[in-house]
C-alpha cells in the first residue's frame, strides 16, 4: 500500500500553529481518510463509517475507521517521533467507542505487503470474535 509523507512528520508539525503546521494537518486528515478507505476496502468493510476529528490548535486530532466489530484509529505517536501509526480493536457494535484491547501498528509497515497481510489478518481475527454467535 502507498502511503503519504504525511505520515512520516512528527508530532509537533502537524497542529494549528502555524500557517505550514495547519497545511500539513489538513493534509494528515486529507491523506488519513483515503488510507483508512483503502484499508476498508482491503478489509471488506462497507459498511465502516470514516470520520475525521481536528482536535484544537495544539494537536494533530486523529482519522477513524468504525465498523460493526472493528475500530481504526490513526493518530500520530506521541513523543516517540515514530510518525503516524494505527490503534485497531474489537468492538461490539459500530456506537461502542471503548472496544476490546488496543493494539498498534506503524503506518511506515504498511508499504510491506506482508506486514499489511499481517495486519489484515490480525483486524479480521478480531472482528470476528467479536461476533456474536
Known amino acids: 500500500m502507498k502511503i ?20 500539513n494537518k489538513q493534509k494528515f486528515h486529507q491523506e488519513g481518510k483515503k488510507l483508512l ?5 482491503r478489509l471488506d468493510l462497507s459498511d465502516a463509517d470514516i470520520r475525521s476529528n481536528m482536535g484544537g490548535i495544539a494537536v494533530p486530532g486523529e482519522v ?11 493518530h500520530m ?20 467507542y471503548s472496544g476490546g484491547t488496543n ?7 504498511l508499504t510491506d505487503e506482508q506486514q499489511l497481510a499481517t495486519l489484515v489478518s490480525r483486524c479480521q481475527a478480531l472482528a470476528a470474535a467479536a461476533c456474536p454467535a
Open 4 to 23: 503519504h509523507p504525511i505520515f512520516a512528520k512528527s508530532e509537533d508539525s502537524i497542529n494549528g500553529y502555524s500557517d505550514t503546521n495547519a497545511a
Open 37 to 41: 478507505k483503502q484499508l476498508a476496502i
Open 64 to 74: 477513524t475507521l468504525h465498523a460493526e466489530h472493528l475500530y481504526i484509529q490513526l
Open 77 to 96: 505517536a506521541s513523543f516517540s517521533g515514530d510518525g503516524a501509526r494505527l490503534l485497531y480493536r474489537s468492538c461490539k457494535h459500530n456506537k461502542d
Open 103 to 109: 493494539h498498534y501498528f506503524p503506518v511506515s509497515k
